[in-house]
């Protein structure tokens, strides 16, 4: 039973530039939720995705944008880089209904370096 | 609005000793749902557990045990005889479910070391 997937890895990008994060569900899942931790911060919620639409969306500018594809996977797009960007970007897969419901579980992240 | 509080940012004890992290949230909710994440270094949050408003039941889990108490606000997680490879960061987190749109909101974390 595969966990949730995210890649790349790692990610080094300049000011200004425009990136793509990608992320699997855990099998069986059908929400996506994005989240930013900054070093030594808790997480925070970038924006929640059900039925391929953005259903909940945390206080981070426009810039921020995200697709659910049909399979349940996901991309964060981040436009117009700024150094604060730089961040471990989380991505955490849920049911939305049944038991289980709101159990997150997490993938390991993309550590995104802005230059 | 709501809140999540983990007073503590850095713990250290010796392995074998208990320790305590403290969670203490805020909710204007009758339903909500409370959790704790680990995040050892290697940055994956792994779940630990989810305890819902309407179930005030402590929970033990191996060296693992939670109280949560709705007079306080609070979800305490105590590890029992500690053990090196607990270190890591520890977060509590709430979720709430207004209107069908969840909100979760972490806490900031608290950093256990365990020393051998």
């Known amino acids: 039973d595969a966990g949730v997937t995210q890649s790349p890895t790692h990610l080094i990008k300049t000011r200004g530039q425009q990136v793509t994060l990608r992320c699997s569900p855990k099998?069986?899942?059908?929400?996506v939720s994005w989240y930013q931790q900054a070093l030594g911060q808790g997480p925070q919620f970038i924006f929640q995705?059900?039925?391929?639409?953005?259903?909940q969306r945390g206080n981070f500018p426009d810039r921020f944008s995200g697709h659910q594809f049909p399979n349940y996977s996901s991309e964060l797009n981040v436009n117009a880089l700024l150094l604060g960007d730089s961040a471990l970007y989380l991505c955490a897969s849920s049911l939305a209904e049944g038991q289980g419901a709101y159990e997150q579980y997490f993938g390991p992240g993309t550590r995104l370096t802005v230059t | 609005a709501q809140k999540v509080t983990q007073a503590q940012t850095e713990i250290s004890v010796v392995e074998k000793e208990d320790v305590t992290l403290d969670c203490v949230y805020e909710t204007r909710d009758t339903t909500y749902y409370l959790f704790w994440y680990k995040q050892p270094p290697s940055g994956e949050l792994v779940f630990l557990i989810r305890r819902n408003s309407f179930d005030e039941q402590n929970e033990i889990s191996g060296r693992y045990s939670w109280n949560f108490q709705k007079s306080t606000s609070s979800f305490n997680f105590t590890i029992t005889a500690s053990q090196v490879v607990d270190s890591a960061v520890y977060f509590c987190?709430?979720?709430?479910?207004?209107?069908?749109?969840?909100?979760?909101?972490f806490g900031i974390g608290t950093k256990l070391q365990v020393i051998p």
């Open positions: 987190a709430l979720t709430t479910n207004s209107g069908g749109y969840q909100k979760v909101t």
């Open positions: 099998s069986g899942h059908d929400t």
């Open positions: 995705y059900y039925e391929e639409e953005e259903r």
